[in-house]
């Protein structure tokens, strides 16, 4: 089970992903579950660029995902009840990142914040 912590301790990157999702790229030095062997034809291994969340695919016959898995960070998925949409975003807001806002003069801001 994950280590509880709540939605403003959470990285920054690991905000952005849970809000928008995550930035997959090739994981080429992975290890696969020889488990999943005997079932799949082949597999995928992706790691996102900001949180370094990994994903395997293991691929079928027929080339549908046959199981997929996740492998996430330490603190990314322990925020229960927190982690809806509307709250990441309101995080992000709080903390200056991605979004904009407006100003009492109707004009858009956005002042990134020093991590």
């Known amino acids: 089970m994950p280590e509880r912590t709540s939605i403003d301790e959470l990285r920054d990157e690991y905000v952005i992903c849970r809000t928008l999702g995550h930035s997959w790229d090739d994981f080429p030095n992975a ?12 597999w995928l ?7 370094h969340t990994e994903r ?3 691929i079928g016959k027929d080339m549908e995902v046959a ?5 996430y960070p330490d603190k990314y998925k ?5 982690g809806t949409r509307p709250n990441l975003r309101g995080e992000l807001l709080k903390r200056s990142i991605l979004i904009h806002s407006f100003n009492t003069n109707g004009k858009s801001s956005r002042t990134r914040r020093k991590r």
């Open 31 to 42: 290890e696969s579950n020889s488990e999943w062997a005997s079932y799949a034809t082949a």
């Open 45 to 51: 291994a992706l790691r996102c660029t900001r949180c």
């Open 56 to 58: 395997f695919d293991y």
């Open 67 to 71: 199981y997929r898995t996740y492998t």
């Open 78 to 82: 322990g925020i229960p009840g927190e």
